[in-house]
């Protein structure tokens, strides 16, 4: 291998022929010596390093037919001194050439392969290559040329290949007069091409490959496709075609490569293309196409790739055991582009994942995703040993997944995301080692996550979002560090977030979702640490502590939300200083003292500070002084311990009425019915009993005036327990006063009661004055 500069000794090989330098890396200019050796005819310097332009010197080559200068960095333009020479192979692919396509190269009438592919040329093509008859292969294509295909070209009889992809070219439609020639490929890839596929390209009897991907071709793929026998490679993909795939395209029985996705095309899948032999791929992606799959597609034998996705198909998954995916080995197909790709995902598909999927070993990716499958996960796809990517997302599967899955050690990709999968995550997954990518959101699994997750060296997104997990994160994290991306929101996870990031230093995650989870703890200084993370959620958990003032160094910081926790103390100005931070949420929280006057802090519309009482500043209309600081909370404190104050007063008054007014009813003469009462005076009517005590009573009248006033029925039928005799102290009396009372009957008692009632209380005190004087 030769490295930097070539020996000058080269110069004095007169008789050398052939120079071959290629897979060098030489690092400087074509040397100007070579220009003296005029026996040279064949010059190679592909993927040598060169830099600097092509040499004018090259001209003097006068028996140069071969320049090979591809894959390199060389610069300027093409020199005119090149017109003179005897050129049959020209190729400057994949360098940095620029300026107008030279008109000169007409002049080389020897020319076989002209390849200029992959460069800066600008301007038109020039329409003196029609002039190089014998040409075979042009390939103009990623250039900057602002161009329609010039019609002199068909002077070029001998083109078999027409490369003209990733240009800038007129809108307009593809020539007809292309057709003219004797074309064997033509690539118009990238390009701007309208209006319809002219049908005589389906008449070329010489054409083999036809691609004009990523143009804005319109119209429907004709019935004449049918007579382009000798097709090998058909790609249409990313225009507008619309209508049906003609049932006549199963007569291309050599057909390989046949690709019409994104497009507009409808109704079913033609069950003619079974007769297509020789497929290996089949894209048919991103239409609108509808039916079920045709069963005999699964018995193509050559068949590697196979992307139905972005349709309307509905039915199962075709089952029949066949050598579909099975006839080649990974080391057959290394060069293949989509070596064994089954996308079917973005359909209506139903019933269960077949076993026999497992069986066909040469599949890598693995794609049926959103649709409606139904079932468990089998246990057989772990037999795929070639399997990179497996993606089973968004549909109705059931069940655990099954421990088998951590026997496919070529995984990269698992995505078992929004389905109804429950049980625990199996510790298996631990021998996935390659895995990068693992998305189980969206389920009902439960458990802890395993402790095996350490061992994925490789994980960069950790989705386990939505489910009913438990338990610590961090004793998986340590392990993990090339994470970019973890989502673990809405489980039940717990333990202290500090302990997540204690080792964290070359911890490279740029988004990371905690929340509404069960994490406690301080938030730990060596958040600080996470130079990468731009978007943090741990709101809805029960965080305690400040705010550490590390969070200022996160200067990628996009996102950070802290929302209903119990986090306490000022909110650093370091944090709101932040001049990436688009959003700041830090609400309902116990934070206090002054709001930081920097930053976003100052931008209401991308800050939110609710829920902190303690909190002041001009942003939020509060004055931050000691006294008023200290009002405020002593006003919050007054208004919490009034409106307790009053709900207890409240409820003591209610209690009180209830009860006077259920005494009120219980002695109220009103509900004593007339039976009751009749009964009550039916029996011995005497006011006072007779008393052997010689002592004169001494009444106080005034005493008895007043509680006269308020005597009831009910009073006196207590107090003489019904009139009985043993209780009346006047018995046998002399008192008229008394014996009015005692020989009265029931209804004269009544009257007298009721002239009570009125205010009638003179005979009562006369009474009284009367039983003041009783004697023995």
Not at 147 to 173: Q, R, Y
Not at 353 to 368: H, K, N, Q, T, Y
Not at 611 to 631: E, F, P, T
Request: with cysteine.
């Amino acid at each position: 291998m030769i490295e930097g500069t070539l020996p000058e000794e080269i110069e004095n090989l007169k008789a050398l022929a052939k120079l071959d330098l290629s897979y060098n890396p030489l690092k400087c200019s074509i040397p100007k010596f070579i220009g003296k050796s005029k026996n040279l005819k064949i010059l190679i310097f592909v993927f040598s390093e060169l830099n600097g332009s092509v040499p004018s010197k090259l001209g003097n080559y006068s028996n140069l037919t071969s320049v090979m200068l591809s894959f390199n960095s060389l610069s300027g333009s093409l020199p005119q001194e090149l017109f003179a020479l005897p050129i049959r192979t020209f190729s400057t692919e994949k360098n940095l050439l620029h300026g107008p396509l030279p008109s000169w190269l007409g002049k080389w009438t020897n020319v076989e392969f002209l390849l200029l592919s992959a460069n800066r040329f600008s301007g038109v093509i020039p329409p003196e290559l029609g002039n190089c008859s014998v040409m075979e292969h042009l390939s103009l294509s990623s250039n900057l040329l602002i161009v329609h295909i010039p019609e002199e070209l068909c002077n070029a009889a001998s083109l078999l290949e027409i490369v003209l992809m990733i240009t800038i070219l007129i809108v307009g439609s593809i020539p007809k007069y292309l057709f003219e020639l004797p074309l064997m490929v033509l690539d118009l890839d990238n390009n701007n091409f309208s209006g319809k596929i002219p049908s005589s390209l389906w008449n070329l009897s010489t054409l083999m490959e036809f691609s004009a991907a990523n143009n804005h071709l319109e119209g429907s793929l004709p019935v004449e496709i049918g007579s382009a026998v000798i097709l090998q490679r058909l790609v249409l993909s990313n225009n507008r075609l619309k209508g049906t795939i003609p049932k006549e395209i199963g007569s291309l029985q050599s057909l390989s490569v046949f690709n019409l996705n994104g497009n507009m095309l409808e109704g079913n899948i033609p069950m003619e293309l079974d007769d297509c032999v020789s497929l290996t791929t089949l894209d048919l992606g991103n239409n609108q196409l509808n039916g079920s799959i045709p069963d005999k597609l699964v018995e193509l034998s050559e068949l590697q790739c196979l992307v139905l996705s972005h349709n309307y198909l509905s039915g199962s998954i075709p089952s029949k055991e066949s050598s579909y995916f099975r006839q080649l080995t990974v080391s057959d197909l290394s060069f293949v582009q989509h070596l064994g790709v089954f996308d079917l995902s973005l359909n209506r598909l139903s019933g269960t994942i077949p076993d026999e999927l497992g069986s066909r070993v040469v599949v890598v990716d693995l794609l049926l995703s959103n649709n409606m499958l139904s079932g468990s996960i089998s246990r057989s796809l772990s037999r795929l040993t070639n399997l990179t990517t497996l993606d089973l997302s968004g549909n109705l599967l059931s069940g655990s997944i099954p421990s088998e899955l951590g026997d496919a050690v070529t995984l990269q990709g698992l995505y078992l995301g929004h389905n109804q999968l429950s049980g625990t995550i199996p510790g298996s997954f631990g021998k996935l080692t390659g895995l990068v990518k693992l998305n189980l959101t969206g389920n009902m699994l439960f458990g802890s996550i395993p402790i095996s997750f350490g061992n994925m060296k490789e994980l960069t997104h950790l989705d386990l979002s939505y489910n009913m997990l438990s338990g610590e994160l961090p004793s998986i994290m340590s392990g993990v560090q090339s994470l970019v991306g973890l989502y673990v929101q809405n489980n039940r996870l717990s333990g202290q977030v500090g302990e997540l990031f204690l080792n964290s230093m070359t911890w490279r995650i740029e988004t990371m979702n905690l929340s509404h989870n069960c994490f406690d703890g301080n938030l730990s200084w060596s958040l600080g640490n996470l130079s990468y993370l731009t978007n943090l959620d741990l709101h809805q958990n029960q965080l305690t502590g400040e705010i550490p003032s590390d969070l200022g160094n996160l200067m990628q910081l996009e996102y950070f939300d802290v929302t209903d926790n119990h986090l306490s103390g000022k909110i650093p100005e370091k944090l709101c200083s932040l001049v990436n931070l688009n959003y700041l949420d830090l609400s309902q929280n116990r934070l206090e003292g002054p709001t930081p006057r920097t930053g976003i802090c100052q931008n209401l519309s991308r800050v939110r500070f609710m829920g902190n009482i303690n909190l002041c500043g001009q942003m939020l209309g509060i004055n931050c002084d000691v006294k008023s600081i200290s009002r405020y909370a002593l006003f919050n404190a007054w208004r919490l311990g009034g409106i307790v104050i009053t709900v207890i007063l409240i409820t003591l008054i209610f209690a009180f009425v209830l009860h006077r007014w259920i005494s009120r009813k219980q002695h109220d003469p009103e509900e004593l019915d007339d039976t009751k009462l009749n009964s009550c005076l039916d029996q011995n009517l005497y006011f006072l009993s007779s008393s052997k005590s010689k002592e004169p009573l001494s009444i106080n009248v005034a005493m008895l005036e007043q509680p006269l006033l308020k005597l009831t029925l009910v009073d006196i039928l207590k107090a003489t327990d019904n009139f009985s005799k043993t209780e009346l102290f006047a018995t046998g009396g002399s008192d008229a006063g008394v014996n009015l009372w005692l020989d009265s009957t029931v209804d004269e008692v009544k009257a007298k009661l009721r002239l009570r009632q009125e205010g009638a209380i003179k005979s009562d005190r006369a009474m009284a004055y009367s039983l003041s004087h009783i004697r023995e």
